[in-house]
């Protein structure tokens, strides 16, 4: 796989995006996590989140301003969530209980720091945190004054004690009335650059102190600092970010002031000085830095409109039941939405930027255990996860190339894709294709291309639709059974496909380079794919425009109209379809609507490669409506039926087969049957249309299969040729084994890479069967 594209393929999914609120908050605190944990009772667990990137945490829960609210939403389906008030009450429930972090082991590296407010005091906790000796000086007589002088009722003195002792527990010095200047004098600033590895100028709003001639001024009197970086004229000296803002909060005024800002602002510094230390750039990848937007797509209009918890008290705040129950209100937001359509998404637990993580580290594996080949192939390729997807972003594209990439390399488990190749290699040999023109027609006008599945499932259909082509349509059309090559796309076989299309472009010329008019719409696809310059057309836009043959009302209850999802974008063909359903008198019901359809399952083949997801998802579809259903491709309407939901195919309305009928009661024909129908629909139309001499091949002997055997058999794919070739040979050689306790013979056949076993008894002139099983195990004698 090339590692270029699979970046570009991660780059499409949004899920790893941070919602809305934690991008906004210049910290980026984990609200959605804590709203969780909160809305489940765990107020500890909340806080341990809170307080792993909020520094001073008792202080901001009372003073935040939070721009988290703002992007929050729920906003948009009933009102913000009050983060603010929730922090504060998580704080007031759980800051006492949760141990404070022990002070840190020393590297040998010294940090000072001029000014303790926010922003000196955050950037002395992440210095501090990442084990620098950290001495904070400040010219007032105690920390943080300015923020005392808050109002008591929103951050209490015993709020600003209990951050500054937990400063002081990681080993921060706090030394007070230690005005710092420039120059070299006792507290010059040349002094303690000269005594320290690092000096980080944090003076606070309003202030600018006297630091000159050390580092360099403005005119403006503050310090000439890199924008990016906060580097000064001194090498050793860096200042925080100073907001422009100069309203005096000792004066009361803190209408403009940003606290989590300042906090930001100290941890940017801090980060900057720490690069400094280890040599490092002071500038490279900080782009994640601060407040930002995000781009996590979220459906809001999925979550109904939930009102805002006013608490009982709001001078206190919320108490512990309101606090869990406005934290409820949280969605929360994520994306995942392809995973919430797609029942293959969903089984392997995470998300598609995960999924081709673990696609791509499983295809670049050259010994070991390959732990993701089931989720590869497991795939149905239907393309719903790109409808879905913001950015239209398909794991089918993802998975098919990883296929083709393990049979490149020889690393595709043969059993998951041995079947379909089997049966694929059957459709297209010579037994059971067939490339005539009409009869009485050197070269055609038109081609039918009824496909592998209806020919199998309704061998009459075909009949009849050949019927009515010719009778509609001048100049000749002719028949082509074959196979369009869909398996072996979906398995990842290149080499198989360019047989498949080059056998079909050498028939096509033969036959005079007609438009092709095909009853699949997987064909369909494949068709316009491998053969641009083919004029494919479905053969439901053809009915439409030559019209339907004369056939009696229907009388039908409501159907579900399910589409295949190979015709997901066919816009016309979907049109056709529901304009034939209403001229046939049918009320159609829609399901999600035809773009977004899903799979039946047997898309990409994963009903061989991961049969247990295949079956949820038909479950799902079929479980979506009590309706019978309506399908027009043959394939999901057999894996319908043998879901027991009851499914009609729409050519049973437009060639009804006779009075009475039950189209929707029409069982699956399984797997042998399926196979014996395209071979005796070929002899039929040699003998009827072409009036050759053929006669149906008769089974080598007669074996009776059970309902419930059958139903086994179907489940394992052995086929009844299977079965009946293996007790032809032990009846032929003797080679076989008797049960004492049942009188049941049992014999084995080994057929290419699989071996059949069979358990049978003989009845009349003939075989019962009573079990079958295969296995790929080969058993070999020592030398």
């Known amino acids: 796989m090339d590692g270029e594209q699979v970046k570009a393929w991660e780059a499409l999914c949004v899920e790893e995006q941070p919602p809305a609120c934690v991008a906004a908050c210049p910290l980026h605190v984990d609200f959605r996590g804590m709203a969780e944990k909160i809305a489940a009772g765990d107020f500890v667990g909340a806080f341990a989140l809170y307080a792993r990137v909020v520094p001073l945490p008792a202080i901001l829960a009372h003073v935040c301003d939070h721009p988290c609210e703002t992007a929050c939403r729920r906003a948009e389906a009933g009102g913000a969530l009050r983060i603010a008030a929730l922090e504060r009450a998580c704080v007031e429930e759980a800051y006492a209980v949760l141990k ?18 926010l922003a000196g005091l955050t950037a002395a906790h992440d210095l501090a945190m990442k084990g620098h000796a950290v001495t904070v000086f400040e010219a007032d007589a105690t920390a943080l004054e300015r923020l005392r002088h808050f109002d008591p009722a929103i951050l209490p003195p015993s709020a600003i004690e209990a951050d500054l002792g937990g400063l002081v527990s990681l080993g921060v010095e706090i030394r007070c009335r230690s005005r710092i200047v420039g120059g070299d004098g006792p507290l010059g600033l040349d002094r303690l650059a000269e005594n320290h590895d690092a000096v980080l100028l944090a003076p606070g709003r309003g202030r600018t102190p006297a630091f000159a001639p050390t580092v360099a001024l403005g005119p403006d009197g503050r310090v000439v600092a890199a924008a990016g970086s906060g580097a000064t004229s001194h090498p050793k000296i860096f200042a925080a970010h100073v907001r422009m803002s100069e309203a005096d909060p000792v004066g009361g005024d803190f209408a403009d002031y940003s606290p989590i800002g300042s906090a ?11 690069r400094f230390l280890q040599g490092a750039s002071l500038t490279a990848a900080r782009g994640d830095e601060g407040g930002h937007a995000s781009c996590l797509y979220v459906e809001v209009s999925a979550h109904p409109p939930v009102a805002p918890i006013d ?40 998300y598609p930027k995960r999924y081709v993580r673990e696609i791509w580290n499983n295809d670049g594996i050259v010994m070991g255990n390959r732990k993701a080949n ?11 996860c790109a409808e879905i997807c913001p950015n239209d972003l398909s794991m089918g594209e993802v998975c098919l190339d990883a296929r083709r990439s393990m049979v490149r390399r020889g690393k595709m488990p043969a059993s998951h894709h041995d079947f379909a190749l089997r049966e694929f290699a059957f459709y297209r040999s010579a037994e059971a294709t067939l490339a005539r023109n009409e009869p009485g027609f050197a070269a055609s006008e038109v081609v039918f291309f009824p496909g592998c599945q209806l020919a199998g499932s309704d061998p009459d259909a075909v009949v009849a639709i050949w019927s ?16 369009c090559g869909a398996p072996a796309h979906w398995a990842g076989r290149v080499d198989l496909v360019e047989e498949a299309r080059a056998a079909f472009e050498t028939e096509w010329r033969r036959m005079g380079r007609p438009a092709v008019v095909t009853a699949c719409a997987s064909c369909l696809k494949m068709l316009r794919e491998l053969h641009p310059d083919v004029p494919a057309e479905s053969l439901w836009t053809r009915l439409a425009a030559i019209g339907l043959p004369e056939a009696p009302p229907v009388v039908s209850p409501p159907l579900s109209i399910h589409d295949p999802c190979t015709a997901r974008h066919d816009h016309a063909t979907q049109a056709a379809v529901r304009a034939i359903a209403a001229a046939r008198g049918l009320e159609v019901r829609e399901l999600d609507g035809a773009d977004r359809t899903t799979c039946c399952g047997y898309g990409g ?4 490669a991961d049969p247990e997801t295949a079956d949820r998802i038909v479950e799902r579809r079929i479980g979506q409506s009590e309706d019978d259903y309506l399908a027009w491709c043959a394939m999901c309407r057999d894996t319908f039926a043998r879901h027991g939901k009851r499914t009609a195919h729409l050519l049973d309305f437009v060639f009804p087969k006779s009075d009475g009928d039950d189209p929707a009661g029409r069982p699956d024909p399984g797997l042998s049957a399926r196979r014996d129908a ?13 009036g050759e001499t053929v006669s149906d091949d008769e089974p080598i002997m007669a074996i009776q299969v059970p309902e419930d055997v059958r139903l086994d058999m179907e489940r394992k794919l052995i086929l009844v040729e299977d079965v009946t070739r ?13 049960d004492p306790a049942s009188g049941r013979l049992i014999a084995a056949h080994r057929a290419g890479e699989v071996t059949y076993w069979v358990a049978y008894e003989p009845e009349g002139d003939g075989f019962v069967l009573r079990r079958a099983w295969s296995h790929r195990m080969r058993v070999e004698a020592k030398p």
């Open 100 to 117: 404070r972090a022990p002070q840190r082991l020393r590297r040998p590296k010294s940090v000072a720091i001029v000014g303790v407010g």
């Open 726 to 738: 293996t007790i032809a040979e032990a009846e032929a050689s003797g080679r076989r084994l008797k």
């Open 678 to 690: 395209r071979l005796r629909l070929k002899a039929r139309l040699l003998r009827e249309a072409w």
């Open 468 to 483: 009515h082509l010719r009778a509609r349509i001048s100049g000749g059309v002719g028949l082509l059974l074959d196979c």
């Open 311 to 350: 608490p009982a008290d709001p001078a206190h705040g919320y108490d512990h039941a309101e606090a869990i129950a406005e934290a409820a209100r949280c969605f929360p937001c994520r994306c995942r939405e392809c995973v919430k359509a797609c029942e293959y998404l969903a089984r392997h637990g995470g």
């Open 374 to 384: 089931r989720m590869i192939d497991g795939c149905t390729l239907c393309g719903l």
């Open 264 to 274: 930001h602002d100290g941890r940017r510094a801090a980060n900057t000085i720490d």
């Open 605 to 608: 083949l994963s009903v061989y």
